[in-house]
């Protein structure tokens, strides 16, 4: 699994996919599916959820399916590691490929 700092990951996030968060796109070690951080906020999850770590399905009914990285099994070994500056570590989901949206 891939284990980076926060300040790598959010740079790798920025040159995949650009500034605008909205944009990021995380894939789901559970179901497979693709989800943006976009469709979170128009599922009308509120500020506290995670794309990077829940899939869609724990905000709307019938897409996906409700893991959680911060879950039991975490990412399933399926995702990266990220080293915040306290030094905790958090299992997130994988970046996805734009062109999988
Ligand atoms: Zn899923």
Same mark, same amino acid.
Request: glycine fraction near 12%; proline fraction near 3%.
């Given at each position: 699994? %891939?284990?980076?700092?926060?300040?790598? !990951?959010? /740079?790798?996030?920025?040159?995949?996919?650009? $500034?605008?968060? =909205? =944009? !990021?796109? *995380? $894939? @789901? +070690?559970? @179901?497979?599916?693709? #989800?943006?951080?976009?469709? *979170?906020?128009?599922?009308?999850?509120?500020?506290?959820?995670? +794309? &990077?770590?829940?899939? %869609?399905?724990? &905000?709307?009914?019938? &897409?996906?399916?409700? !893991?959680?990285?911060?879950?039991? *099994?975490? #990412?399933?070994?399926?995702?990266?590691?990220?080293?915040? +500056?306290?030094?905790? /570590? %958090?299992?997130?989901?994988?970046?996805?490929?734009? /062109?999988?949206?």
């Amino acid at each position: 699994m %891939i284990k980076q700092t926060l300040k790598e !990951w959010r /740079e790798e996030a920025t040159k995949r996919f650009g $500034k605008d968060a =909205n =944009n !990021w796109v *995380f $894939k @789901c +070690p559970h @179901c497979g599916r693709i #989800n943006t951080v976009k469709e *979170f906020t128009e599922a009308g999850a509120d500020g506290s959820s995670s +794309p &990077y770590q829940e899939c %869609i399905g724990r &905000y709307k009914k019938g &897409y996906g399916c409700d !893991w959680a990285a911060y879950g039991l *099994f975490g #990412n399933l070994g399926k995702g990266r590691v990220v080293v915040t +500056p306290e030094g905790k /570590e %958090i299992e997130v989901f994988d970046f996805a490929d734009k /062109e999988d949206v």
